[in-house]
């Protein structure tokens, strides 16, 4: 079949847009298959229950089996078995086998006992903790320098991370308070009130500079940062007008102020 030069100027003129139609509709067809396949796939997703569900309400037993799981696997990890087993002096050659634990209500109520404080408790603890330190530092360091009032602050936050001391500020700071002049830090039992700030503009002045201080380094030490540039092993330190007889065993690891400071 011949075509005349008439037709094949028209269909020339027409074959763009039938180019641009066959275009539109192939793209048609790919977005309906590509709708179908994911139709396809959250089918199966919510065939399978991977999809659309709900998280399981919180119940004893749910948080039973959670700390259970959390004790197995940590008394399973191989690295703290040998760890433990070194530190008790009966590291073999194989890790012992491990039993899993048998969760009691007593075991429950323990763990809830121990480790949930409402957050009002945690920021009453926060403050308490920060108060004890400004009071040190207050008492112990107010005449010093600012260096020295850091100083002064991480000897007893390094206390406070040494496992040979208490495991709290308050605690390092009123260690022995109870027996007359012969606690840690002698203010806490000199048999004097601790009260600071009242008085003169200047006591005034040091009471607010040894809070800014207190509020500083309790934040680097809640965050795990570096304290300043005493190291963590700085647990001693007194002042220029003593020389006690314990000085002479430590190694001297710095003078700010006047106070020398120390560690073992």
């Known amino acids: 079949m011949q075509v005349s030069l008439s037709e094949k100027l028209l269909l020339t003129r027409k074959l763009p847009a039938l180019v641009r139609a066959v ?35 919180l119940t004893s ?68 903790q920060r108060s004890c330190l400004a009071l040190a530092i207050y008492h112990e360091a107010r005449g010093e320098p600012e260096a020295g009032q850091r100083a002064v602050a991480t000897v007893i936050l390094n206390r406070v991370n040494s496992a040979r001391y208490p495991s709290s500020v308050c605690d390092v700071v009123y260690q022995n308070a109870q027996k007359l002049n012969r606690c840690q830090f002698s203010f806490a039992c000199d048999g004097k009130p601790d009260d600071a700030g009242n008085g003169n503009r200047i006591v005034r002045e040091s009471w607010v500079k040894a809070n800014l201080v207190a509020q500083t380094a309790f934040a680097r030490f809640q965050n795990g940062l570096s304290l300043g540039k005493l190291p963590p092993t700085t647990l001693y330190y007194h002042s220029l007008s003593v020389n006690p007889r314990w000085a002479s065993s430590m190694q001297k690891v710095a003078q700010i102020g006047e106070h020398i400071f120390y560690s073992e």
């Open 23 to 57: 275009g539109f509709f192939a793209t048609l067809s790919m977005m309906f298959s590509a709708t179908a396949m994911a139709q396809s796939q959250t089918s199966l997703l919510n065939f399978s229950g991977q999809e659309q569900v709900q998280g399981p309400t």
């Open 61 to 128: 037993d749910l948080l039973s089996a959670y700390i259970a799981n959390r004790q197995v696997a940590r008394l399973q990890n191989p690295a703290l078995v040998q760890a433990n087993a070194l530190a008790t002096g009966k590291l073999g050659f194989g890790v012992p086998a491990v039993t899993k634990p048998s969760l009691t209500k007593q075991m429950l109520q323990n763990y809830i006992a121990n480790s949930y404080a409402s957050t009002t408790t945690r920021v009453q603890n926060v403050s308490k």
